[in-house]
């Protein structure tokens, strides 16, 4: 099956015949460009193992084949994707797995190779949050990650994908990324750059993509990355580990560009090699240890990926300019801080001391602890997990909250059966064939919390947030 309509330009092509090792074959190459993708998953280990995962859909006729960088990635194919999009599946909507192209994967892999495990991560280019909610599943939900997102439509996107997961250790902002080096400094562990980028490994998905291809273009593209590295630099810590990426496959804005970086800090930029990341890495190796992946070598999207160390300090840029405004949030302290513990705690809703309370007006938020000296240094759009409304007879939990916290064993969880998930999903009340224990429940299939539900009389009243509700079919059939 193939897309015919690919457009590739031919100095695009002239381009690509330069830029590709010896062992690849260039008809390979456009073959693969002319094919349509292959979808492919990674299981949220944040809400389930691998393991539980794959025993979980056994019984639907899905395949699935390992993605072999990521443990937890797999190539799918399903025959009922007319009838059901993947995305309207019920482990879908509870957040067990997020559809990612299985080139993508990469960089977070690299991210934390060799055992590298950083407390306080940055993703400068983060929506719609593939790689965000990768780096938190790779966290446990520890520490805490910065997610910066430029345009201002995609940061919702982003919340969103990491409410769905379960995610409690992300701070959104919202800024050009070269903001980052100057207010910032020597503040993260490791840092992912997945760079704007001209996109030429995407036609497979977009078989128009290369449109306005040009290499005037590149190059515009080009100088806007090395700014965009140059501040990520800047803002790592020494000893930490910066992964550049992009979703292109000419040289000026990839290999380029680690190589302008290195040339601008001799000393301190140090290339560490991709080799070992996986069995088979090598096909995609470049003599500097970075990983250009040409979409017919393992049959995904084009890549390219590079690790660098910073090894020491280098000259800080200038202070930004802007001021801060007042930090509307405090601290929750002592006995206050207690009671509120408890009473989530009763409700089903439990964290550790890598999250703390705070305060605005009547809001409850749960923080990353590893944030706190962040704040007042940059604007954030949102930090941690909002979690309750307070009123005069005690709190309101919020939906996200819920699904971040409630976990798999919980003393309030009431399992649906499949046409009452389904109806939970639709915004519909629920009237449940089993008893209902407690005034307040956090209401579960296949053991994920969907929501939290009051009893009204023999009904379940929907909480379920109205921007998710969902119509048409949502549950795969068994095969």
């Not at 005690?394 to 109806?423: C, M, S």
Request: charged content about 20%; some cysteine; hydrophobic content about 40%.
């Amino acid at each position: 099956m193939a897309h015919n309509a690919v457009y590739l330009p031919e100095e695009f092509l002239a381009q690509m015949r330069l830029a590709m090792p010896t062992h690849l074959s260039f008809d390979d190459f456009i073959a693969a460009c002319q094919r349509p993708l292959r979808r492919s998953i990674r299981v949220n280990t944040l809400k389930i193992s691998v393991a539980a995962f794959l025993n979980l859909v056994a019984p639907y006729a899905w395949q699935l084949t390992p993605v072999p960088w990521c443990e937890e990635g797999f190539w799918i194919e399903r025959e009922d994707e007319e009838t059901l999009p993947l995305g309207s599946t019920a482990e879908h909507l509870s957040g067990l797995f997020y559809i990612q192209e299985a080139s993508s994967m990469l960089p977070v892999s690299a991210l934390f190779a060799d055992g590298n495990q950083p407390q306080r991560v940055m993703d400068v280019a983060a929506a719609p949050g593939s790689k965000t909610t990768q780096i938190a599943a790779r966290m446990d939900n520890g520490g805490a990650i910065l997610a910066n997102e430029f345009s201002a439509s995609r940061v919702k996107v982003l919340h969103a994908n990491i409410s769905r997961c379960g995610i409690g250790n992300v701070a959104l902002t919202h800024f050009d990324g070269r903001v980052f080096g100057a207010a910032l400094p020597e503040t993260f562990d490791a840092i992912l750059l997945d760079a704007p980028c001209s996109g030429e490994g995407v036609v497979r998905k977009d078989p128009d993509a290369l449109k306005n291809w040009s290499v005037a273009s590149n190059q515009e593209i080009a100088a806007t990355q090395r700014e965009l590295i140059d501040s990520a630099f800047h803002a790592l810590r020494p000893g930490g580990t910066l992964v550049y990426s992009t979703c292109t496959l000419n040289r000026d804005e990839n290999e380029a560009i680690c190589h302008w970086l290195k040339a601008q800090y001799p000393d301190e930029v140090e290339f560490l090699p991709l080799e070992q990341l996986f069995t088979g890495a090598t096909q995609a190796l470049t003599p500097d240890g970075f990983l250009h992946v040409f979409p017919q070598i393992f049959d995904c999207e084009g890549f390219f990926v590079a690790r660098l160390r910073k090894t020491a300090s280098v000259e800080a840029l200038p202070a930004p300019g802007y001021k801060m405004g007042k930090f509307p949030f405090t601290p929750v302290k002592g006995r206050e801080s207690a009671q509120i513990t408890q009473a989530a705690a009763a409700s089903g809703l439990q964290w550790n001391d890598t999250l703390r309370l705070w305060q605005r007006d009547k809001e409850l938020w749960l923080f990353p602890a590893q944030i706190e000296a962040l704040t007042g240094k940059v604007r954030f759009s949102r930090i941690g997990l909002k979690l309750a409304e307070t009123h005069n007879k005690g709190y309101r939990w919020q939906h996200e909250a819920v699904i971040a916290l409630a976990g798999t064993d919980n003393p309030l969880a009431f399992e649906l059966n499949p046409a009452e998930a389904e109806e939970w999903y639709r915004g519909r009340d629920i009237y449940p064939q089993a008893t209902i224990a407690h005034d307040e429940v956090i209401v579960t299939f296949q053991g994920q919390p969907l929501g939290l539900a009051k009893k009204v009389g023999s009904r379940l009243k929907n909480s379920y947030p109205r921007e998710l509700v969902r119509d048409g079919r949502l549950f795969a059939s068994k095969a």
